[in-house]
């Protein structure tokens, strides 16, 4: 009777996703969380939250260039290059808002997606209006690997000094 193995192997392996399915769903929560709260932290321009949440080996690219080439407008390597990408970006912006945002977690919990308008002003008071897509990738709750996406030519219109525009 062969029936009897498959069936035990069948209701083992239910058993076994059934016992993960939680633990997924649990995990997709908390990067989910953290997705918004490195957000909500750029709002607020507060380093610290941001820094809490960056591994010591994170790493930020933005993938988009100026010149249209597939080379990186830019790659920051470490937390403290990353920071410091962070910290001259929020020094550029009076307010920072993200509208119409839209998280999506990978279905293991470790990588989110994020969508979202940006509603900001420069520091100089003039409106910035920019589309953003950023792919994170977390580990033990903080994040390793991040990417920004947005507009190079809506970047180059508001600020046509930055080398490259």
Do not use: H
């Not at 918004?36 to 960056?54: G, H, K, P, Y």
Request: aromatic share 10%.
């Amino acid at each position: 009777m062969r029936i009897r193995p498959i069936m035990v192997t069948a209701a083992l392996a239910l058993a076994v996703t059934c016992a993960a399915a939680p633990a997924l769903a649990s995990e997709s929560r908390s990067t989910e969380r953290r997705t918004a709260a490195i957000l909500n932290a750029f709002e607020r321009e507060d380093l610290a939250a941001v820094s809490a949440l960056l591994d010591p080996n994170a790493t930020l690219t933005i993938p988009l260039s100026f010149t249209g080439r597939k080379e990186d407008a830019a790659r920051f390597t470490g937390k403290e290059q990353v920071l410091g990408y962070v910290k001259n970006a929020l020094a550029a912006f009076g307010r920072i808002d993200f509208v119409n945002v839209n998280v999506t977690v990978s279905e293991e919990g470790n990588t989110s997606f994020v969508q979202a308008d940006g509603d900001f002003t420069t520091a100089d008071g003039r409106s910035y209006r920019n589309v953003y897509v950023y792919a994170f990738e977390w580990r033990n709750g903080r994040m390793v690997r991040g990417a920004e996406y947005a507009n190079p030519v809506t970047f180059c219109a508001t600020f046509p000094a930055t080398p490259g525009c």
